[in-house]
């Protein structure tokens, strides 16, 4: 019994050391700025799971623009989903390509640009099986989600790339 647990401490060690961590952990984030207004045009799901990340990294969250160092624009949020192909013999859909996009900008509240205004965009094809349904919807929606992630680490990784020059300190 020990030496199983042994191994399973060795493995975790080897892993921890290796670099590896879970998906969709967003590890220790450093940003050059303290406060952050979020405004949304259309990209709601977006910019909410931005600010509580932000939150729980100790970012504060404003209600004003005015007052923020940086502010975040985040537009044009789509998820959408169009037919690639389709059986010729029975005419029944095969193939779906799953797309989600969004645009970011950051500038500070007197206009000056922090990150150019920039787009982000997904695109995953997904085989589709009538005869398994279900699990092709369930398939799908777990793709979504995916790319959902990779879009918001791929966001994250743009907001560390954000340096301000504060006067004030």
Sequence with gaps: MSFKINIL??????????????????????????????????????????????????????????????VLYFRNEQSKRR??????????????ELSYHVDIEARTPDDTILLEKRPIHLIRDHRYDELTILATGAEEEILRKDMFR??????????QSIRINDESS
């Design 9 to 70: 401490i060795i493995g975790i060690f080897f892993l921890n050391g290796c670099g590896f961590h879970l998906r969709g952990s967003e590890g220790d984030i450093s940003l050059s700025f303290q406060t952050v207004y979020v405004q949304s045009e259309n990209a709601d799901k977006l910019a909410l799971e931005v600010k509580r990340i932000f939150i729980e990294k100790g970012i504060e969250v404003l209600p004003n623009a005015q007052t923020a160092q940086v």
């Design 83 to 96: 037919v690639l192909s389709v059986s010729s013999a029975s005419g029944k859909l095969e193939e779906v």
């Design 150 to 159: 990779d879009v918001l680490a791929q966001v994250m990784r743009r907001i």
